[in-house]
């Protein structure tokens, strides 16, 4: 089992209300991603994190924002949360070196926006 | 375009049976293909890593086959069990970037009945 948490695992919100999904990992990996995948569709990347103080885009484009101030904390926020932001939030992170690289997955944040 | 596309959809079979699972994919160049399981509600847990010159890899019960001629790949699962059942995903890593840019199947579903 991979040391990689996110909170909440489930969140219910109204539309408009500031989130911030939480992603920690205790493995002092380097690399941290942010997927988003609906039912029964492939894991799109929307943030990932080479280490500390860097961020960057994935292939989704995504309304959300990440941080990265610690290496074992990679928080995602989005400021105004609206129903097309409903999915599956899941967090990941890998060792920086070695190839092929393996990704561990925390357990998920399904999201509802109301 | 890159792509992962996998087969069938979804998959039920009697505990104790065995079954079959294909992947075909575009991507190029290619790196190394993985297949990860994924339970109802949590995330993926890798079950095989495969570079290019390997062209079967097991973990217990799963027998994963590469031909990196023809860009397909299979999950053999043996003797299958009622904890078997779940999203079987494949996903096929670049050597692109140096991120290695993971692409990601939608997955099929299994079933196992008792």
């Known amino acids: 089992e991979a040391d990689i948490y996110q909170t909440p695992r489930y969140l219910v919100i109204g539309t408009g209300k500031k989130i911030t999904l939480e992603c920690s990992q205790t493995?002092?990996?380097?690399?941290m991603y942010w997927y988003q995948q609906d039912p029964g569709m492939e894991l799109h990347l929307i943030h990932y994190?080479?280490?500390?103080?860097?961020?960057e885009k994935g292939d989704l484009s995504s309304e959300s924002t990440v941080s990265r101030i610690r290496t074992e904390h990679f928080p995602l926020t989005l400021e105004s949360a609206r129903p097309s932001h409903t999915s599956q939030y899941l967090c990941?992170?890998?060792?920086?070196?070695?190839?092929?690289?393996?990704?561990?997955f925390g357990p998920g944040t399904r999201l509802t926006v109301t | 375009k890159n792509q992962v596309e996998q087969s069938p959809q979804s998959l039920i079979i009697l505990e104790g049976k065995n079954c079959t699972l294909q992947c075909n994919y575009t991507v190029s160049p290619f790196s190394n293909l993985r297949w990860y399981k994924q339970d109802t509600g949590r995330g993926p847990v890798s079950l095989t890593i495969m570079t290019f010159s390997e062209n079967t890899k097991s973990n217990g019960r799963y027998t994963a086959t590469l031909d990196a001629d023809t860009k397909q790949s299979s999950l053999h699962i043996t003797a299958s069990q009622l904890s078997d059942s779940a999203s079987y995903i494949c996903v096929v890593s670049d050597r692109g970037s140096t991120l290695g840019r993971l692409y990601f199947g939608r997955g099929t579903q299994l079933t196992v009945w008792p």
């Open positions: 493995m002092g990996h380097d690399k």
């Open positions: 994190s080479y280490g500390v103080n860097s961020t």
């Open positions: 990941a992170s890998s060792k920086q070196q070695g190839d092929p690289y393996e990704q561990y």
